[in-house]
């Protein structure tokens, strides 16, 4: 978050965004150690929750939302489909998902990320201090997304791949100060010399 909106926060504002930000983190790592078949069904659990939530994303033909139709009903499912988890009708049927090459499939599920719209969600979101799906399955990349996530494990990333995910995680574990790597981890919310059960407040980092 933009460091200026957090300084016109209250601070109970403060209190609580701190407070979402430690349990966004502690749902990251948790997602992150999950086996491949129980974080695709998460995976499909958080796109359901949410395709319940907004009257407009009750099919997956739904227009008017962008790209987060499809994402929620193709790329999200297809993710989930490749680690193991069992489909539901409707879901993961665009043939643009069943791309073979690994180097095709990141960039264009780091692409369509980019151009997702998450205001169009506005009625799956719970309020601002709180943990909620919409939150979990579009939380930033750099600290931590579980589509990328799923898509680190199902389409490995080289260190020469130049996809939205990996350039953002060579250059957050630069400027973070860890070796350079392609694959978002937990380690990267941390100093390089802390360990992921300390209790402390990740390396703030902010775009833009």
């Known amino acids: 978050m933009n460091p200026h909106i957090v300084n016109r926060m209250s601070a109970e504002e403060r209190e609580r965004l701190q407070f979402r930000r430690a349990a966004e983190r502690q749902e990251m790592e948790r997602l992150y150690d999950l086996p491949d078949h129980e974080l695709g069904q998460e995976l499909l659990r958080l796109a359901r929750e949410i395709r319940a ?14 790209y987060t139709a499809f994402i929620l009903w193709h790329v999200v499912p297809e993710m989930a489909r490749r680690l193991g988890a069992k489909l539901g009708p409707n879901e993961a049927t665009n043939p643009e998902v069943k791309i073979n090459s690994p180097e095709r499939l990141r960039v264009m599920v780091s692409r369509v990320l980019q151009w997702a719209d998450v205001r169009y969600l506005a009625a799956a979101r719970q309020p601002y201090g709180d943990l909620c799906p919409v939150r979990v399955l579009f939380h930033e990349i750099e600290n931590g997304s579980p589509i990328i996530m799923a898509l680190d494990r199902v389409a490995p990333p080289e260190p020469d ?42 390396t703030p980092f902010y775009w833009g």
């Open 53 to 66: 939530a907004v009257p407009g994303l009750g099919s997956p033909l739904s227009i008017g939302s962008g």
């Open 161 to 202: 791949y130049m996809d939205y995910a990996a350039r953002n995680a060579r250059e957050v574990s630069c400027q973070r100060g860890h070796e350079e790597v392609s694959a978002w981890n937990p380690g990267l919310q941390y100093e390089p010399s802390m360990t992921r059960d300390v209790d402390e407040e990740p």
